[in-house]
């Protein structure tokens, strides 16, 4: 398949929706928010190649935790004047903050889940006490 073939392939609703695992209702989303701009057939969209890599991106920016907005600046970058320089710069400062944020979420868990061993553990230990009829001394 040449080049000129690859661009001219369309896509129906349906046919994304399957071959991403998403719903139809996502794909009108994305056109609301201006992420996709299908052709339109009367009532039907017809989804071109440059949309259907668009969508591969939005999905994989959703993977990553960005907004549908994050997602468009990204669009409207790689679409302006200022092209895929600025596009692959704003990518590189998102995904540090988000490396950061999780990151940080990771010590939050790390930390709850440490709380709660030590809670379990009091509440295993006052358990035992209580069925074994023995007094408990107070922690507090």
Same mark, same amino acid.
């Given at each position: 398949?040449?080049?000129?073939?690859?661009?001219?392939?369309?896509?129906?609703?349906?046919?994304?929706? *399957? *071959? $991403?695992?998403?719903?139809? #209702?996502? +794909?009108?989303?994305? *056109?609301?928010?201006?992420? +996709?701009?299908?052709?339109? =057939?009367?009532?039907? #969209?017809?989804?071109?190649?440059?949309?259907?890599?668009?969508?591969? &991106?939005? %999905?994989?920016?959703?993977?990553?935790?960005?907004?549908?907005?994050?997602?468009?600046?990204? $669009?409207? %970058?790689?679409?302006?004047?200022?092209? *895929? =320089?600025?596009?692959?710069?704003?990518? %590189?400062?998102? %995904?540090? !903050? #988000?490396?950061?944020? &999780?990151? =940080? !979420?990771?010590?939050?868990?790390?930390?709850? &889940?440490?709380?709660? =061993?030590?809670?379990?553990?009091?509440?295993?230990?006052? &358990?035992?006490?209580?069925?074994?009829?023995?007094?408990?001394?107070?922690?507090?």
């Amino acid at each position: 398949m040449n080049q000129a073939e690859t661009s001219d392939k369309t896509y129906t609703i349906g046919e994304l929706a *399957e *071959e $991403f695992g998403i719903t139809s #209702r996502a +794909l009108r989303l994305y *056109e609301e928010e201006r992420l +996709l701009d299908p052709q339109r =057939e009367g009532t039907r #969209r017809i989804y071109s190649e440059r949309n259907r890599v668009r969508l591969r &991106l939005i %999905l994989r920016g959703k993977r990553l935790g960005w907004s549908l907005s994050e997602i468009r600046e990204s $669009f409207d %970058l790689y679409d302006s004047s200022l092209g *895929e =320089e600025a596009q692959l710069l704003l990518m %590189l400062e998102k %995904l540090t !903050q #988000r490396r950061d944020s &999780l990151k =940080e !979420q990771k010590k939050d868990i790390t930390n709850a &889940l440490r709380d709660l =061993e030590r809670i379990a553990v009091d509440a295993e230990q006052a &358990l035992q006490e209580l069925q074994s009829g023995q007094p408990r001394l107070s922690h507090g």
